[in-house]
């Protein structure tokens, strides 16, 4: 694992921006993995910007979403589909038909599932996943003691995490039982891996990703496994890391042509 420490949120967010960037501009066919959630909002804001003032084009680029609650119409504020039109797709000239979530109304839930699994080969598999990490070190809503093997299929949220995400649904009642997500399996093959954790309230999560035993109790520890996955975090994230030292001298000096 590549381990990024910024100071703030907004600067690890437009290196994570130039990241994804350069993906986008060296093949422009990418296929971005995207999640949802209050950290990749500054990297949205950030792409629309690149979009809008240095004609970052993503006209022939598609993208799979994480995740998605079960039971929420594509209209429901809470959505991630509705969240992904508000703060990135209606911002950016990616077409439609190009953008895939999880359908949280899908009357079949296992033979969609398969197709979104299918989908995502068709397009050729994910370039570059996005990441946030819930405070219980879960990736999508891959919850702990999920296989780490797992692929797309219906999940049962913690206690902590529907707690987590009462504030958007304004009751922990209100907050859905189920989600369809991609697995971690599924994850594990894209053939890059952007984590991005912002907050004190992510460093436990943190510390045990990147440094902790790699274990289902712990989703996110799974990347460890991964040949290409980068951790942007900032300092207050970091904050339960032991080895801040060497991360931040392996950022100061990398070699040019790694540098982005
Ligand atoms: C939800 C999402 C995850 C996200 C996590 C953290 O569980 N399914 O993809 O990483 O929340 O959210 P936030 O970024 O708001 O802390």
Request: glycine content about 6%; proline content about 6%; charged content about 20%.
């Amino acid at each position: 694992m590549e381990v990024i420490i910024l100071p703030s949120p907004e600067e690890a967010s437009k290196v994570a921006a130039r990241l994804v960037a350069r993906v986008v501009r060296d093949k422009p066919t990418a296929v971005l993995g995207l999640a949802t959630g209050s950290t990749p909002l500054r990297l949205y804001r950030e792409l629309i910007a690149l979009h809008q003032a240095d004609q970052l084009d993503f006209s022939k680029t598609s993208t799979f979403n994480l995740d998605e609650y079960v039971g929420l119409a594509t209209d429901r504020p809470q959505s991630y589909a509705h969240f992904m039109q508000e703060n990135l797709f209606n911002h950016v000239n990616i077409p439609p038909d190009q953008t895939h979530i999880p359908d949280g109304m899908a009357a079949n839930v296992p033979g969609h599932c398969a197709e979104y699994e299918r989908a995502i080969q068709k397009a050729g598999g994910i370039d570059l996943q996005v990441l946030g990490i819930g405070s219980d070190g879960h990736i999508g809503f891959n919850e702990p003691v999920s296989s780490l093997s797992s692929r797309t299929r219906i999940k049962t949220l913690t206690r902590r995490t529907r707690a987590d995400n009462a504030p958007y649904f304004g009751s922990e009642d209100a907050v859905p039982h189920h989600v369809i997500t991609m697995g971690i399996g599924t994850i594990m093959e894209s053939r890059g891996i952007l984590l991005m954790a912002f907050g004190e309230k992510k460093a436990d999560a943190i510390a045990k990703t990147v440094e902790g035993p790699l274990t289902a109790l712990v989703p996110g520890s799974a990347l460890q496994m991964h040949v290409n996955a980068k951790v942007i975090i900032d300092e207050a994230a970091a904050s339960k890391l032991t080895r801040t030292d060497y991360y931040k001298w392996v950022y100061d000096n990398k070699p040019d042509w790694q540098k982005f």
